[in-house]
C-alpha cells in the first residue's frame, strides 16, 4: 500500500514562495507519474502539475506554468512543488498524487496524499 505525506504548506504573503514536498512509502514511486492538485472550498479539486516517469515530461495549468515548477527525486521517493510569485487565488489545500497512468483529471489517480493547506494573505 502506498502512503503519500504532504508537506510544506503555510502562511505566506502575495508575492511570495513556498515549496511543498510529498514522500511516498510503501512503493517506489519511480514508475509512477506524480501530479500535485489543489482544491478550494466549495471547488472541484484541479490539476496543477504532474510529472512523468524520468521527469521525462512535466504538465502544468497554463496560469502556473510560469510560476510553479514540479520535480522528482526518485532517490528519496519524492516530488516537489516549488511555488513563487504566489497569489491570494493560490490559495487552497495542495495535495500530491500518484497513478501508473497519466492525465489531468484527479479521477485519473489511485494514490493520495492527506493535502497541505496554503494560504495566501494580500
Known amino acids: 500500500q502506498v502512503q503519500l505525506v504532504e508537506s510544506g504548506g503555510g502562511l505566506v504573503q502575495a508575492g511570495g514562495s513556498l515549496r511543498l514536498s510529498c514522500t511516498a512509502s510503501?512503493?517506489?514511486?519511480?514508475?509512477?507519474?506524480l501530479a500535485w492538485f489543489r482544491q478550494s472550498q466549495g471547488k472541484e479539486r484541479e490539476f496543477v502539475a504532474s510529472v512523468s516517469s524520468g521527469s521525462v515530461f512535466t504538465y502544468y495549468v497554463d496560469s502556473m506554468n510560469d510560476r510553479f515548477t514540479i520535480s522528482r527525486d526518485d532517490a528519496k521517493n519524492a516530488v516537489h512543488l516549488q511555488m513563487s510569485s504566489l497569489h491570494v487565488e493560490d490559495t487552497a489545500a495542495y495535495y500530491c498524487?500518484?497513478?501508473?497512468?497519466?492525465?489531468?483529471?484527479?479521477?485519473?489517480?489511485?494514490?493520495w496524499g492527506q493535502g497541505t493547506q496554503v494560504t495566501v494573505s494580500s
Open positions: 510503501g512503493r517506489s514511486l519511480a514508475n509512477y507519474t
Open positions: 498524487a500518484a497513478t501508473l497512468k497519466s492525465g489531468y483529471h484527479f479521477r485519473d489517480y489511485e494514490y
